[in-house]
Each structure stands twice: as structure tokens, then as C-alpha cells.
């Protein structure tokens, strides 16, 4: 009996140790339950770095590449067929302004112009002799007849005379001949191209302009116009003249930039880079990064009143450098997030922290 309870009570000791076990990790996983609930009911605040729209004095620079070109060229054609008899002049040749250089052979037409010079010194004639016998054998349909033909024949010594003139070509201008595709003895058809020539002293550049900055620049503006070719000299330049058309395929315009002077060494066809910058303006800017974009277009994060976050879609205009003009979706002294964009989204409640 004695051995029997001694038994009995060796056994109640472990049960005794398990249930305060349980009992001690119910409590633990009670406790760890109501501060779990605690947190849930205690969400974390949303802090946000905000700036103003602000209208600012901007001005934005832009570097782009062009070619340099002959601002003053011509190409040279015939007017009349013939036999090439004079070509002197070849391609890097500079010639005066003109100077004989292209000449055609004009026999031919110099005899037809000697027979168009003879009748008309025969229907002048005919013309004053008629004239005087007016009064006696002439009738007055004779002397009309004679002074037609004697029209006719000073219009054809005309015509022939300007085909003549038409054999000879001179130089337009002082320049350079830049493109020769003829030789003496050639027979060349009429229109044909003989010759080209530039003014060395008329380089422009040429850049193609994306629309955005086309309103932003005017003629006359200064620029500067770096030379790769030249040891990366940099040189004064002038815009002189702005297309009056966009490229529909490229969005692009074209701008012609004079140079304030040429600079010696400068060539048609080399490599230039034009550094452009526009006039000072006020415009309604706020930071580049605060824009964002989805399926419908660029927007920010408007706070209000409240410290709610509003999602406002706007309208680009220009970037100036870090900041980008705003032409719609915003007024001045908004209050715009700049950080704190993870987790933002519309109409949530945030605190705000204002930026420098």
C-alpha cells in the first residue's frame, strides 16, 4: 500500500512540471497577441519632403551638333549648246569676281549674229526709203511692212547678240571653285553643270533644332561654335536665320548660324558644335525628379491643406537644368513632394517635411 502511493506521487510531480509549462507559454503567446494588436492599431506615419511651385527667372543652355556650310554658292550652267574651248580654273582655284571662267566656242553664233547685224541694216534701209517715197510711189501698207520687218530684225540681232554674251560665264562673286566636271573640248548640252563655287568667307552652320527650343531663340542671338577640326577652338557666331517650317518626321527646325568672323582653317563639310542658350525668363518651375509617369502622362504629388497627398497630372514645358517649367496642372506656392515617394499614393495622409 505504502509502495502504491509513493508510485502515485512520483507520477503527479511531471504532470504537475508539464502543465505550468503550458500554462506559462498560453500566457506568453497572449501577451505577444495584444501587443501585436497594439501595433496594427498604432500605423506607422508617412513622412514626405515637399517644395513650392515657384516662378522663377530660368534661362537653359543646350550644346548640338551641325555642319559647316558655304553660305554664298552657286552652280554654274550653260545657256547655250556648244564646243568647251576655255576652262582654266579647278576645284580649290580662287578666282575674282568676273573673271572669265567658262568659255564656249562661238563661231557659229557670231556669224549669226553678223547675219542678223546685216538685216537689219537692210530692213533699215528699206525702212527710210520707203519712208521718202511716201508722198509719191509708197503706199502707206508698204512703209508699215518695212518697219515690221525692221523690228524683227533688231529683236534678231538681240537674240543673237545674248547668245554670244551667253558663251562667256564670269565668276559671281570673289571665291573658290569647288566642284570641276568638264574639260576643254567637251560638247556639252544646254543646262548642262559645269562648274561650282563658294565664298569662303560666307561659312555658316547648320544645326537641326527640336521644336521645343525653336520659340525660345531669335535671330540675331549669340552663340558659340566649336571647331573639333581646329583643335576644339571655340568661336563667335550669330543665328541668322530660322526655318519657318518643323521637320513632321524629326519634330525638328532648321537653324543657320553665321560666323562673327569666319575662322581661318574652317572648311565646308567639318564637324561644328554650337552652344546655345536662351534669354532669361520667368517661367513656373519646380525639380525635374518630382515628376513621375504613368499610362495617362507626367504627374506629381500635390499636398493640401489637409496633408493629404493629391495625385495631380500636369504639362511639361522646357527643362532649365535640374528644374523643368510646368505650363499647366499647377499654380504657384503648391506644395509639391520631392521624397518620400515610396508607398505614396493618392489621398493618403502625410507628414510634412519642407525641403531647402
Known amino acids: 500500500m505504502i509502495i502504491s502511493n509513493l508510485h502515485t506521487r512520483f507520477l503527479l510531480i ?13 500566457d506568453y503567446t497572449n501577451d505577444a497577441g495584444k501587443a501585436g494588436s497594439r501595433e496594427v492599431k498604432q500605423a506607422p506615419v508617412h513622412v514626405v519632403e515637399t517644395t513650392q511651385a515657384g516662378i522663377q527667372s530660368v534661362q537653359s543652355k543646350l550644346t548640338t551638333s551641325g555642319t559647316i556650310e558655304a553660305g554664298t554658292r552657286v552652280r554654274l550652267y550653260n545657256e547655250v549648246n556648244g564646243k568647251i574651248r576655255y576652262l582654266p580654273y579647278h576645284e580649290g582655284d580662287a578666282v575674282a569676281a568676273h573673271t572669265i571662267i567658262i568659255g564656249l566656242d562661238d563661231e557659229v553664233i557670231q556669224a549669226e549674229l553678223d547675219k542678223a547685224t546685216a538685216t537689219r541694216e537692210q530692213a533699215k534701209i528699206d525702212y527710210q526709203r520707203l519712208q521718202k517715197l511716201k508722198k509719191k510711189l509708197a503706199s502707206d ?25 551667253k558663251t562667256v560665264i564670269k565668276a559671281p562673286f570673289d571665291g573658290v571653285i569647288t566642284q570641276r566636271y568638264y574639260e576643254p573640248g567637251d560638247v556639252v548640252p544646254m543646262h548642262s553643270h559645269i562648274l561650282s563655287m563658294i565664298d569662303p568667307e560666307s561659312l555658316q552652320v547648320k544645326i537641326h533644332l527640336s521644336e521645343h527650343w525653336i520659340p525660345l531663340i531669335q535671330t540675331g542671338d549669340q552663340v558659340d561654335v566649336q571647331i573639333d577640326a581646329l583643335a576644339d577652338s571655340v568661336h563667335a557666331g550669330l543665328i541668322k536665320r530660322i526655318h519657318p517650317t518643323i521637320d513632321a518626321s524629326t519634330r ?5 548660324i553665321e560666323f562673327q568672323p569666319a575662322p581661318f582653317g574652317a572648311q565646308a563639310g567639318q564637324l561644328a558644335r554650337v552652344q546655345l542658350k536662351t534669354r532669361a525668363a520667368d517661367k ?28 495631380t497630372y500636369v504639362q511639361k514645358g522646357v527643362q532649365f537644368g ?8 499647377l499654380k504657384a506656392n503648391d506644395s509639391i513632394v520631392i521624397k518620400g515617394f515610396n508607398g505614396l499614393r493618392h489621398g493618403k495622409q502625410v507628414k510634412v517635411h519642407e525641403g531647402h
Request: hydrophobic share 45%.
Open 14 to 26: 511531471p504532470l504537475l512540471i508539464i502543465s505550468g509549462v503550458i500554462a506559462s507559454a498560453c
Open 141 to 165: 501698207e508698204e512703209i508699215a511692212r518695212a518697219h515690221t520687218a525692221y523690228d524683227i530684225a533688231i529683236a534678231d540681232e538681240k537674240l543673237q547678240q545674248t547668245r554670244l554674251n
Open 252 to 256: 525638328k527646325g532648321i537653324v543657320e
Open 284 to 311: 513656373l518651375v519646380i525639380p525635374a525628379h518630382a515628376i513621375h509617369h504613368d499610362s495617362k502622362g507626367a504627374y506629381v504629388y500635390v499636398v493640401n491643406e489637409e496633408s493629404n497627398a493629391s495625385k
Open 322 to 329: 535640374e528644374a523643368i517649367e510646368i505650363t499647366s496642372g
